[in-house]
């Protein structure tokens, strides 16, 4: 019960607010950034499984030259889905996981700037997700047939247009149906939740660090979160209007993208790319910064080169906003345009080298440790270096105009995000796991995942940079009975079942492991940052105390000296420093605040689907009333949110918002 | 998740004890914004981090407008050839502008009334810089429907689809401002002021104010007065 | 603990404020009338006063973020991410219009 105080009102509640910490319902009205990074894990990963069913649905259907496993239909519908789901429903939201778990912990706060709208980002994409899968019931790809009732008992198709969109196939005189419809305001629904995020995310970085942690002491995982966080806040809003553009084509009768009626499709390739290409650093930076605390900690020292590790990955985050047209460089963009971007893109591959260098700089000379998050992080650094060789040659224009819409191309990026992203996810999984069950996941079976993975993502995609240069072509549903591409293609199909093995290994691991596996202890892999200063499960409350801290790596520099060629040399206090953290972790010495859990978030993200589902068939009965109904719950939820204070005890008069 | 005795719920009676002053949640307030803070609150900060990308939105809107507007359109499908320029009314868009000018002074003097803690004051400044709004925005329906009336739709042709869409999302902008300020305006009625933290919100919704003024500034200038 | 705003940071009076609507006011008057007299004067064609309306503007612009919205009175750093924003529009939207043949360059 909320007391009085002198100026505040008690907020009068229709629900009574929700208090729990555990429970069902404490996850859907949760505040906790750590409750939220696991929920962004675990959706993300149900994604995952679904994208890789898609694609091994493709590899079946191109297991042999011209099959009929699917149709040209869905097979489209299939390679749409497959890129869609990979960016938007897995990268992205795992990325967002860690970020959400680790942030807080990583600069020594409790919570990240605004809890609620920290929840709200997550249950938008939730229901974004699963708005974004309905389509594969609701969609159709046709006219009207029957009445609106018979068009939903036909089991649809899914958005088919390319995880691209491109306009004018996207737009209503080539994209019937409302799949596409489905697809663009999907991606709008995610766009917000990830936009909403960055604010939360930048504010936090700036503004919520320990004492003593300035910008230039924090983990280099902090760092590429805050470049990832303004990625995405300046090139958001460029899809979102591109979306909207493309949704009033279909809907409402705009031209943007109409060529007949004067509209310029080539605008939509601009505007896409415009936020495509910040996005592809999106996916590929939160994974370079997990390498960046993986590699140290394996190596026993420090990052070679952290100031330049950093100043890196901010430099490709901004050169990133720089060089979008050279996926456009054969559709009809001028000579000069080309060269442009052509020299733009090569220019961007001196940041990366220079992390590469640094990695590498930073295991020369360490004591290594081969356990599964290292052999992930060092299967990124060579993955990667592959993918980006590849990524280097398409920047030379006459070249990539060859390698355009072939399968040369589908091998570079499957080796950056495969190779690169996922890798590097695939090692924090494993590096952080200790932290997030406190308990340790199997090493054998982590090693098998690993070298499964290897065997079978390369089997996948190395044959793959021949296969385009041969002249396969992408989001094709056969291709012809030629010997070179048959047999290579078979060995790909066979490559992505082994992954689907792999990934099988994993999640076997996984499952058992947080509930079986030997308790991990304090601080298991004798770390660097702050986030293992506190025992696993992390506590509610993240620090028993807010921790203080006077260097980089200030965990370490309290664990180990150095002698006089600078190895680490364990100081006789380290011991009693860590039950003390423990002690002190576990048993905080005074009462400490959290925020409140709330249900408006969880609303919220409900009501924004419905909306979207109103506009789809807002010319059917119930469209307008449902859009209606949508907003009425969002408004309502907006109201309740802005008078709800942030913490249960009203005492203090902060807290009325976020 | 280890359950903590020690983490406090609304049965809790032991009041709060605060060790470091922080209520949990970090120098949310900036207090002493030196190495590990900017000294900005929380929401002003995300306000401006917020703001900054909408120059993003905007300007992608007002680039659509850019590249159609000059176009020559004959002879394309389903056109009808009336170009936006061809039907500006600018005095009374000149009017409007002037309008929405001085919303962005009332608003500024209800966030310094609040500052003054004159409670009635701020309610007048805010009920005022509503009705401006509120009177703007009727201005935009209105050139509307005279355009429309006049023949140019949202499908006319795609200078005026990117007219219709840049204005029109300005239009939103200011109306999702106009429901913020009266919000405030009922929540100081209901409780006979605002509160200080409150008085944040205020601030804040006056930048959201200013900023979609000053892209008005733009608009109006670019859209209207340059052909 | 008690919430507090920034006490410190110096305000414009009411009377400035005012002042400074009353200029605004005027520049828009004179956008106004630069555009009549470009429509009404044939040697004056938009070359000339374009420019100077876009002037104008972002006279205007500056004085709203820098007043109204305070920013000059602000820690720096929401100066560094409202103009980096900006900033970044203004390339990126240019290259853009440039690319597709709206603005010409001789590109």
């Known amino acids: 019960m909320a007391t009085t105080t002198d100026a505040r009102p008690v907020a009068r509640t229709i629900f009574r607010r929700p208090a729990g910490h555990t429970g069902f319902w404490s996850w859907i009205t949760t505040t906790d950034h750590k409750k939220i990074g696991i929920m962004y894990g675990y959706t993300a990963f149900v994604f995952f499984i679904l994208g890789g069913l898609e694609a091994l649905v493709l590899r079946i259907q191109l297991a042999v030259p011209e099959n009929t496993f699917l149709s040209a239909a869905e097979y489209n519908a299939m390679f749409t889905m497959h890129g869609t789901t990979m960016i938007f429903l897995f990268v992205m939201p795992v990325s967002a996981a860690f970020f959400n778990y680790l942030l807080p912990l990583m600069i020594g706060a409790r919570d990240v700037a605004f809890p609620r709208m920290n929840a709200v980002s997550f249950w938008i994409?939730?229901?974004?997700?699963?708005?974004?899968?309905?389509?594969?019931?609701?969609?159709?790809?046709?006219?009207?047939?029957?009445?609106?009732?018979?068009e939903v008992?036909?089991?649809?198709?899914?958005?088919?247009?390319?995880?691209?969109?491109?306009?004018?196939?996207?737009?209503?005189?080539?994209?019937?149906?409302?799949?596409?419809?489905?697809?663009?305001?999907?991606?709008?629904?995610?766009?917000?939740?990830?936009?909403?995020?960055?604010?939360?995310?930048?504010?936090?970085?700036?503004?919520?660090?320990?004492?003593?942690?300035?910008?230039?002491?924090?983990?280099?995982?902090?760092?590429?979160?805050?470049?990832?966080?303004?990625?995405?806040?300046?090139?958001?809003?460029?899809?979102?209007?591109?979306?909207?553009?493309?949704?009033f084509d279909r809907q409402f009768g705009t031209l943007f993208f109409d060529a007949a009626a004067g509209g310029d499709p080539v605008l939509w390739q601009h505007l896409f790319w415009l936020f495509g290409h910040p996005e592809v650093y999106i996916l590929i930076l939160p994974a370079m910064g997990i390498v960046s605390e993986v590699l140290p900690t394996f190596s026993r020292k420090p990052l070679f080169g952290y100031p330049a590790v950093v100043f890196a990955g901010a430099a490709i985050g901004f050169m990133g906003f720089g060089v979008w047209a050279h996926h456009m460089f054969s559709s009809g963009v001028t000579p000069i345009t080309q060269a442009a971007f052509g020299l733009s893109t090569m220019a961007i591959a001196i940041p990366t080298g220079i992390k590469i260098f640094?990695?590498?700089?930073?295991?020369?000379?360490?004591?290594?440790?081969?356990?599964?998050?290292?052999?992930?992080?060092?299967?990124?650094?060579?993955?990667?270096?592959i993918g980006g060789l590849s990524g280097v040659t398409h920047a030379v224009v006459p070249a990539d105009w060859q390698q355009t819409d072939t399968y040369y191309i589908v091998a570079h990026f499957h080796y950056v995000l495969f190779g690169g992203a996922i890798f590097g996810l695939f090692s924090g999984l494993y590096y952080w796991f200790p932290l997030l069950t406190g308990r340790m996941y199997n090493e054998t079976l982590g090693k098998i995942h690993f070298w499964i993975l290897m065997l079978g993502f390369n089997m996948t995609f190395a044959p793959m940079h021949w296969l385009g240069l041969n002249g396969m072509v992408r989001r094709t549903w056969v291709y012809a009975n030629e010997a070179e591409l048959a047999q290579w293609n078979m060995v790909v199909t066979v490559g992505a079942f082994i992954i689907a093995v792999g990934v099988a290994v994993f999640m076997a691991n996984w499952m058992y492991s947080k509930r079986n596996g030997p308790k991990a202890?304090?601080?298991?892999?004798?770390?660097?940052?702050?986030?293992?200063?506190?025992?696993?499960?992390t506590p509610n409350y993240n620090f028993g105390v807010n921790p203080v801290v006077t260097s980089l790596d200030d965990f370490w520099h309290k664990k180990y000296s150095e002698d006089s060629e600078?190895?680490?040399?364990?100081?006789?206090?380290?011991?009693?420093?860590?039950?003390?953290?423990?002690?002190?972790?576990?048993?905080?010495?005074?009462?400490?605040?959290?925020?409140?859990?709330?249900?408006?978030?969880?609303?919220?993200?409900?009501?924004?689907?419905?909306?979207?589902?109103?506009?789809?068939?807002?010319?059917?009965?119930?469209?307008?009333?449902?859009?209606?109904?949508?907003?009425?719950?969002?408004?309502?939820?907006?109201?309740?949110?802005?008078?709800?204070?942030?913490?249960l005890d009203e005492d203090h008069e902060e807290g009325d918002h976020a | 998740m280890a359950d903590i005795a020690h983490v406090d719920g609304p049965t809790d009676e032991d009041g709060p004890v605060d060790d470091n002053h922080d209520n949990g949640h970090g120098d949310e307030h900036g207090g002493h914004g030196d190495h590990e803070s900017t000294g900005t609150d929380n929401r002003k900060l995300g306000m401006w981090v917020f703001l900054s990308s909408e120059f993003m939105f905007f300007g992608a809107l007002i680039s659509n407008y850019l590249l159609f507007k000059g176009r020559d359109f004959t002879g394309f499908d389903r056109i009808t050839l009336i170009y936006p320029i061809e039907l500006y009314d600018i005095p009374f868009t000149?009017?409007?502008?002037?309008?929405?000018?001085?919303?962005?002074?009332?608003m500024v003097l209800a966030h310094d009334a609040l500052a003054s803690g004159d409670q009635n004051r701020t309610r007048v400044w805010l009920a005022a810089t509503g009705m401006l709004g509120m009177v703007f925005v009727g201005g935009q329906f209105f050139e509307f429907s005279e355009f429309i009336h006049e023949g140019m739709t949202i499908s006319s042709n795609p200078a005026a689809s990117a007219f219709y869409m840049l204005t029109g999302f300005h239009g939103a902008h200011v109306f999702i401002g106009i429901l913020m300020l009266l919000s405030l305006w009922g929540i100081s009625r209901r409780q006979g002021g605002l509160t200080e933290d409150q008085g944040l919100n205020l601030e804040l919704v006056g930048l959201y104010w200013h900023f979609v003024d000053i892209i008005w500034i733009v608009i109006f200038t670019i859209v209207y007065l340059i052909p | 603990m008690a919430a507090h705003t920034e006490h410190h940071l110096p305000h414009p009076t009411p009377k400035q404020y005012v002042q400074i609507a009353l200029f605004l006011a005027v520049l828009t008057a004179i956008e106004v009338l630069l555009y009549y007299v470009?429509?009404?004067?044939?040697?004056?064609?938009?070359?000339?006063?374009?420019?100077?309306?876009?002037?104008?503007?972002?006279?205007?612009?500056?004085?709203?973020?820098?007043?109204?919205?305070?920013?000059?009175?602000?820690?720096?750093?929401?100066?560094?991410?409202?103009v980096a924003g900006a900033i970044l529009a203004l390339v990126l939207y240019a290259a853009t219009l440039i690319a597709l043949g709206a603005i010409a360059i001789g590109a």
């Open chain 3, 38 to 82: 470009e429509q009404g004067v044939d040697a004056i064609g938009t070359s000339v006063t374009a420019p100077m309306l876009i002037l104008l503007a972002l006279i205007k612009f500056f004085i709203v973020v820098a007043w109204y919205m305070h920013l000059r009175f602000e820690k720096a750093i929401m100066t560094k991410f409202f």
């Open chain 1, 125 to 150: 994409f939730f229901f974004g997700g699963v708005f974004l899968y309905t389509s594969f019931i609701f969609g159709t790809t046709g006219p009207p047939e029957g009445g609106f009732a018979a």
């Open chain 2, 94 to 106: 000149s009017i409007s502008s002037f309008v929405l000018l001085m919303s962005s002074l009332t």
């Open chain 1, 358 to 385: 640094n990695w590498l700089g930073t295991m020369w000379g360490g004591r290594i440790t081969l356990n599964t998050p290292m052999l992930f992080s060092i299967g990124f650094v060579a993955m990667f270096v």
């Open chain 1, 153 to 247: 008992s036909r089991l649809g198709t899914a958005p088919n247009g390319g995880w691209f969109g491109y306009a004018p196939n996207s737009g209503a005189q080539f994209s019937t149906g409302t799949v596409l419809d489905y697809w663009s305001l999907g991606l709008q629904i995610l766009g917000l939740a990830s936009l909403i995020s960055s604010v939360n995310f930048i504010v936090t970085v700036f503004n919520m660090r320990a004492k003593g942690m300035s910008l230039l002491r924090m983990p280099v995982f902090v760092w590429m979160t805050t470049v990832v966080a303004f990625l995405l806040l300046f090139s958001i809003p460029i899809i979102a209007v591109a979306l909207f553009m493309i949704t």
């Open chain 1, 521 to 537: 202890g304090m601080d298991p892999w004798d770390a660097r940052t702050l986030e293992w200063t506190i025992p696993g499960p």
């Open chain 1, 566 to 647: 600078g190895r680490p040399v364990r100081r006789p206090e380290a011991d009693t420093l860590l039950a003390e953290l423990e002690e002190t972790g576990l048993n905080p010495p005074a009462p400490i605040h959290l925020p409140a859990p709330s249900y408006y978030p969880f609303m919220v993200g409900v009501a924004i689907p419905i909306m979207g589902y109103g506009v789809i068939y807002k010319d059917q009965a119930f469209g307008i009333p449902l859009a209606l109904v949508g907003m009425l719950i969002l408004v309502g939820s907006f109201a309740g949110w802005g008078v709800e204070p942030l913490e």
